[in-house]
């Protein structure tokens, strides 16, 4: 097993920002989170460097470098409020925080740095398409992409999109109050990059939505 980072690595690998992953430091720092597989340099310039995915398990859960990965939960992920650390809204949540400009100007940010990780990762550069980030955080890249598109989450009391994990590989369900908005939930992750297939639930006959991160 590799050896946990320093003190001084993990607040480099905690102040990474929170979508991309982009790393700060010096370069005898970065070098050696390189040398541990918690982050890559870019081979584009400006030849930044980015956490690997064992680089993020670190930055959000603490685990130790060459621990596996958690399962993503059914449920949705809970609003991370008041910590400086941005969660897209997948629908249900208890607590939201706060809405308005401020909050609009973070799922902004969020977006346009989900786009640029695209812009870096994906090997032609595209940013039409979903990259590999993507495709182990389903949930959140599907909330964060209807969020920032202006669809509105599902509160405690009030209706609005439900994105949650499936048993299905690459793939979460969508659902909504009504069938205009799973037209437009769909619309906007077909926009995004994503396949996405209607389907009716054979227990209560309600429709929803199965969306996948698109690979071409």
């Not at 470098?65 to 809970?78: D, L, N, R, T």
């Not at 609003?79 to 969660?87: I, L, N, R, Y």
């Amino acid at each position: 097993m590799t050896r946990p980072p320093t003190a001084a690595q993990r607040r480099v690998i905690e102040a990474a920002e929170p979508v991309t992953g982009r790393l700060r430091g010096t370069e005898a720092q970065l070098a050696a989170l390189v040398g541990r597989g918690l982050a890559f340099r870019h081979p584009r310039p400006p030849h930044d460097h980015f956490l690997t995915p064992a680089g993020h398990r670190i930055r959000e859960s603490g685990t130790q470098a060459g621990s596996a990965p958690a399962p993503e939960a059914p449920e949705a992920p809970k609003a991370e409020t008041g910590t400086g650390v941005f969660a897209a809204r997948a629908g249900g949540e208890a607590d939201t925080g706060a809405d308005g400009p401020a909050r609009a100007r973070e799922v902004h940010s969020a977006w346009q740095g989900l786009l640029e990780l695209r812009r870096m990762t994906n090997p032609d550069g595209s940013v039409e398409r979903p990259c590999g980030w993507e495709r182990t955080h389903l949930v959140r890249a599907a909330s964060l992409a209807l969020e920032a598109a202006g669809h509105r989450p599902a509160g405690p009391d009030t209706g609005g999109y439900r994105v949650r994990a499936t048993p299905q590989p690459e793939a979460v369900a969508v659902r909504g109050p009504d069938d205009a908005t799973l037209r437009a939930c769909a619309a906007t992750l077909e926009k995004a990059g994503w396949q996405v297939g209607e389907h009716t639930d054979p227990r209560t006959r309600a429709r929803y939505l199965l969306a996948s991160p698109r690979r071409v």
